[in-house]
């Protein structure tokens, strides 16, 4: 049976590097790993494109104070998850897509079809 997910305040840690990561990632990908309802680890992968589109330097010293538009939507998807993984992939600055993994342990499911698999 799965356990109960009261809703969880993530450390301040977490949410600070999210937002920061949000705010100046250009291309790449956030991967946030949850164990127990916890985020344990973040992964950042860092692309750099060079092109004529691109003008500007990719050093960004300023990183807004207020909390990114999509923050909210990314909390909120991590507090219903016990084990899994929510990747983000970021595409010319903006978020282009979310992916939610979630994994199930084996014994949440054992009486159901005898003695589980």
Do not use: W
């Not at 956030?30 to 344990?40: N, R, S």
């Amino acid at each position: 049976m799965e356990k109960v997910n009261p809703k969880r305040i993530l450390l301040p840690q977490v949410i600070e590097l999210l937002r920061h990561s949000l705010h100046t990632i250009q291309y790449g990908y956030l991967i946030l790993t949850v164990q127990d309802g916890c985020v344990i680890k973040m992964e950042r992968t860092e692309k750099f494109i060079f092109s004529s589109k691109n003008k500007s330097g990719y050093i960004t010293r300023d990183v807004p104070v207020e909390q990114h538009a999509f923050q909210p939507k990314i909390l909120a998807q991590l507090q219903g998850l016990m084990y899994g993984q929510l990747i983000i992939r970021i595409e010319d600055g903006k978020i282009e897509q979310i992916e939610k993994t979630e994994k199930r342990r084996i014994n949440e499911y054992e009486g159901v079809y005898g003695d589980g698999i």
